[in-house]
């Protein structure tokens, strides 16, 4: 069983794990459109934000460079009002966090997170600690966690599934990527093939031309000598 929230924006999607050990499935089945809230320095619940569809396609990546980029650019299009949400909510649902004045908000790509066997149950770190933002002095806003609290939903999703149908679309759309790119290659080395033949042809033509310049019309002895003559 999962939470689910309702933010002020319908395109996105707000879920948090029940407990450590629902944090640990969440780790395994979510999404790279997925955004991970915590309070920093203190334990709390991983909140996630799901971006709309979309926002993370990396069917025609070609390198990390650009899927890191298309990270970076998901992560800044999410507007400001809704990061204040889900750190107001990320606040709210830690045992001292929400007891304190103010906490620092960290939040990170589902991509950025790492898991490794020495960690305990819900524990995570990052692969790239440049790759996280950070939210200070996050101060509690009553109206906010009322209403986010208000929505609070506790759902039964099958996680695994949904994650195996939306990586079975991706892998799909790779392939067509992969398939155009391959189509586009041969056009390209057939058309090159083309034009490295017409040169061919144009050069030989010119050296045709150049190589009957002065050449004997008559075929006469003197007109021999004459040619000769030229050259010498």
């Not at 998901?74 to 830690?94: D, G, H, R």
């Not at 045992?95 to 990170?108: F, M």
């Not at 509690?140 to 939306?166: G, H, N, P, T």
Request: with cysteine; aromatic share 8%.
């Amino acid at each position: 069983m999962v939470f689910f929230f309702t933010c002020s924006d319908p395109r996105y999607v707000v879920f948090m794990g029940r407990d450590k050990f629902e944090n640990e499935e969440l780790l395994k089945y979510s999404w790279p459109e997925d955004i991970w809230f915590h309070v920093d320095k203190y334990s709390s619940a991983h909140v996630y934000l799901r971006l709309p569809p979309g926002s993370v396609d990396l069917s025609q990546v070609k390198d990390k460079a650009a899927a890191k980029q298309i990270l970076l650019d998901a992560v800044a299009s999410v507007p400001e009002k809704i990061v204040m949400e889900m750190a107001q909510l990320t606040k709210e649902n830690s045992i001292d966090g929400c007891k304190a004045s103010e906490v620092d908000i960290v939040y990170t790509p589902f991509l950025n997170l790492k898991k490794e066997e020495r960690m305990d149950t819900g524990q995570v770190g990052f692969k790239d600690e440049s790759f996280r933002t950070l939210l200070r002095h996050v101060s509690k806003d009553k109206e906010v966690v009322k209403r986010l609290e208000k929505s609070r939903e506790e759902r039964k999703v099958d996680f695994a599934k949904e994650k195996e149908q939306r990586d079975g679309e991706e892998r799909m759309r790779r392939r067509k990527f992969i398939e155009e790119l391959k189509l586009k290659e041969k056009e390209e080395a057939r058309k090159h093939a083309e034009e490295k033949e017409l040169k061919s042809y144009a050069a030989l033509q010119d050296l045709e031309k150049t190589s009957n310049v002065g050449v004997s019309k008559t075929g006469t002895v003197e007109e021999c000598r004459e040619i000769e003559e030229d050259f010498m």
